[in-house]
C-alpha cells in the first residue's frame, strides 16, 4: 500500500482519517504540532512529523517518498495575527513549495462548503462557481486555486458542517445547561454531514477521485439550523437552541463581534465569536451530492442526518 502524509493529522477530522487509513494498510504520516500530538498519533500506528504548515523542513521531511497527500491543515482564525488567509491559504502555499518535483500520485484538499456564501438555500453542484462571503471562505478559494496551478494531481473535497460523536457543534454541554443559543432566526439550510461519512468519502476520493475533480462531501438531507438543532434536542431530552435575533439587533450582533476579534487579536487570544462566525452561522446554500455517489461509487453510511445523530448522542 501507499505511503500517505496527513496534515492537521491530530484534527477533528484527522484522527478519524489516520484511524481508517491504518486500518486500509496504508503507511501513514500524520503533521503534528505539539508532543502530546505526536504521542497521539504513534499510539493509533502513524509516524509524527512534529511542525506546522510554516515549518518547510517538517513538510519537506513529512513528504519523502509519499505518494498520497491528505491536506487537512487550516482554520477559521488562530491567535493574534493568524488569520484565516494565513492558516488556509499561506500554509497551502508552502505545502505546494515543499512537494515541488516530488512524484505524489493524489493530493487531496479538505475544502469547505463556505466557498459558496449565503445562497439562501439555493441547490448548488460541483461547477456553481465560488462567491465567499466570509474571510475564511475566501482563504479556501484561494487555496483549492493555489493547488489546481501547482500541476499535481489534486482532488477538492468541499466539506460540509461536520457532526458526530465528540464534536462540539453538536453543543451537548449547552443544551444540558439551557445555554445553548446561535446567531440568527435558524431558518438557513445548512449542508450537514457526519464524520464517518466526511471520512468514507475521502478515502474514497484519494483512492478513485479525479485529478483536477471537485467532490462535494455533504449528507443527503439538508435541515434547516432550527430542524437540526430541534432534533438534537428531542434525542438529548431537552429544550430547543434559542436564537440570538430574537433578542439582540443583527447589527449589534456584528459590532460585537469585531470587537471580540480585535480584543483577543491585541491579547493574542484565539478570538471566542467573530463576524466571520455569525455569516457562517446565518448562511444558507444546498450542495447536491450525486458526484460522490454516480461517479465513485460511494455508499453513506448516514442517508439522513437522523440517523447520525441517533448515532452521534447515544
Not at 91 to 108: D, E, F
Amino acid at each position: 500500500m501507499s505511503l500517505v502524509f496527513v496534515t492537521g493529522a491530530t484534527g477533528q477530522l484527522g484522527v478519524p482519517l489516520v484511524q481508517a487509513l491504518v486500518q486500509a494498510g496504508y503507511t501513514v504520516r500524520g503533521l503534528c504540532r505539539t508532543e502530546e500530538g505526536a504521542t497521539r498519533l504513534q499510539a493509533l500506528g502513524v509516524e509524527p512529523i512534529r511542525g506546522d504548515m510554516k515549518d518547510t523542513v517538517a513538510l519537506e521531511n513529512g513528504l519523502k517518498g509519499v505518494e498520497v497527500v491528505y491536506h487537512l491543515a487550516g482554520g477559521l482564525r488562530g491567535k493574534g495575527q493568524e488569520t484565516a488567509q494565513k492558516l488556509n491559504r499561506d500554509g497551502t502555499a508552502a505545502l505546494i513549495a515543499a512537494a515541488h518535483g516530488k512524484p505524489i500520485k493524489s493530493l487531496v484538499f479538505a475544502s469547505s462548503c463556505a466557498v459558496y456564501g449565503d445562497r439562501n438555500g439555493l441547490w448548488v453542484g460541483e461547477d456553481y462557481p465560488p462567491s465567499p462571503h466570509t474571510d475564511y471562505g475566501k482563504s479556501k478559494v484561494e487555496a483549492e486555486e493555489l493547488l489546481l496551478a501547482s500541476g499535481h494531481p489534486v482532488k477538492i473535497a468541499r466539506i460540509g458542517v461536520v457532526y458526530g460523536r465528540g464534536f462540539r457543534v453538536l453543543m451537548e454541554e449547552a443544551h444540558k445547561k439551557g445555554r445553548a443559543w446561535l446567531p440568527g432566526e435558524g431558518l438557513n439550510f445548512l449542508p450537514w454531514v457526519h464524520i464517518d461519512d466526511v471520512v468514507g468519502a475521502l478515502l474514497r476520493i484519494g483512492e478513485r477521485g479525479q485529478a483536477g475533480g471537485i467532490y462535494h462531501v455533504v449528507g443527503k438531507s439538508t435541515p434547516s439550523l432550527k430542524e437540526f438543532y430541534k432534533e438534537v434536542a428531542k434525542k438529548l431530552g431537552t429544550k430547543p437552541v434559542r436564537f440570538w435575533s430574537t433578542w439582540v439587533p443583527s447589527a449589534l450582533q456584528f459590532r460585537l463581534a469585531e470587537a471580540n476579534e480585535r480584543l483577543a487579536g491585541q491579547m493574542n487570544r484565539k478570538p471566542r465569536f467573530t463576524p466571520d462566525n455569525l455569516r457562517l452561522w446565518t448562511a444558507g446554500v444546498r450542495m447536491r451530492s450525486e458526484r460522490l455517489e454516480k461517479e465513485l461509487g460511494y455508499v453513506w453510511h448516514f442517508g439522513d442526518y437522523k440517523e447520525g445523530l441517533v448515532e452521534s448522542l447515544s
